[in-house]
């Protein structure tokens, strides 16, 4: 199996060790100081119980890598545009593209059903450009649970011993790829579920990139320190609260969040949005913050105290220069 993991950041990186691990073919789609470490020393992911070490074939031109079998995006949102324009080199006929993206993705209403069947969001796609160049019906939904960060170029450091994805077409449809993709990463060490509601497992996640993104900002704190503050923790939970009558009024059900708060609670690491503003680099605003508030107007669904904390973190992004204001 010949599979591409276009974007070898933290998540990406981790995934395409996994992947190798697993005995698939890998390629990886990186850039700058990445792409140079691991075509030099190779790709080193160090996890709590090992480090695995793989040599992918690097490039920064998806046309020298040819079609793949699978090509997994594992991005950040704005980075998406550009992705979406450079992808067509890495797709066959028939080749499935698995989006590791946190966030509201692009095809979210895609065979979602009911009169936003297929609605497009400008905010996460703007003009459309993923939906034209990628398209929908290629869609492999993906929701990774891995706390990682690259500690120097060409090494990735897991925080947590059990990491997580959960694999699924946004149609609910069986597919032999996605099972044959999902054990390629067991077999690399990776927990994978394979389900027919991907959107169930998105707002699950979303949840807690919505509490703990913008509360992260807000405080510029870990999770475990924030919400140590009664007041703090107060209103993360009226943020779930809220979050989850979207996800309810949209048909989906994020089951209960209380083991994901209890997880942040403990938490020493820093949410990859607060990562971004510490380092100066673009932030996910919209995908992460904004959108799932966008589809909460959709809803007819009142979220105050979401609306409120995730104004102030958009006002601190906005203020460091490291997001422009867009639109649904």
């Not at 010949?2 to 890998?26: F, N, P, Q, T, W």
């Not at 695995?52 to 046309?63: G, I, L, N, Q, W």
Request: neutral net charge; hydrophobic residues 45%; proline residues 7%.
């Amino acid at each position: 199996m010949k599979v591409c993991v276009y974007g070898a950041g933290a998540v990406g990186g981790h995934i395409a060790a996994r992947l190798a691990e697993g005995g698939a073919d890998v390629a990886v789609v990186a850039r700058g100081a990445q792409l140079a470490a691991i075509r030099d020393r190779g790709l080193r992911v160090e996890t709590p119980e090992r480090s695995m070490v793989s040599r992918p074939t690097a490039s920064d031109d998806p046309a020298t890598l040819g079609p793949q079998d699978i090509v997994v995006v594992a991005v950040k949102a704005p980075a998406l545009v550009d992705v979406a324009r450079g992808i067509a080199p890495l797709l066959g006929p028939d080749t499935p593209v698995v989006l590791v993206m946190n966030g509201i993705p692009w095809w979210y209403f895609h065979a979602h059903g009911g009169p936003l069947d297929d609605r497009r969001i400008n905010r996460v796609d703007p003009g459309g450009t993923a939906w034209r160049l990628i398209g929908p019906e290629r869609v492999v939904g993906a929701v990774a649970h891995t706390a990682c960060v690259v500690v120097e170029p060409g090494v990735v450091s897991v925080a947590n011993p059990r990491n997580s994805i959960v694999l699924g077409r946004p149609d609910g449809r069986d597919d032999p790829r996605v099972d044959a993709l999902a054990s390629r990463l067991r077999d690399g060490g990776i927990d994978v579920a394979v389900t027919g509601r991907i959107r169930d497992a998105i707002w699950q996640k979303v949840l807690m990139n919505l509490v703990g993104g913008a509360l992260g900002i807000v405080t510029a704190s870990a999770m475990g320190e924030a919400l140590a503050d009664p007041a703090v923790l107060a209103a993360a939970e009226r943020m779930t609260d809220e979050a989850i009558a979207v996800a309810k009024a949209l048909g989906c059900d994020p089951g209960d969040p209380r083991p994901g708060l209890t997880r942040l609670r403990s938490s020493r690491h820093r949410q990859s949005i607060l990562q971004d503003l510490t380092l100066g680099r673009s932030m996910e605003v919209d995908a992460l913050l904004a959108a799932p508030l966008d589809l909460a107007r959709l809803a007819g669904i009142a979220t105050p105290t979401a609306d409120l904390i995730v104004g102030l973190a958009t006002r601190r992004a906005i203020a460091a220069g490291l997001y422009q204001s867009s639109s649904l």
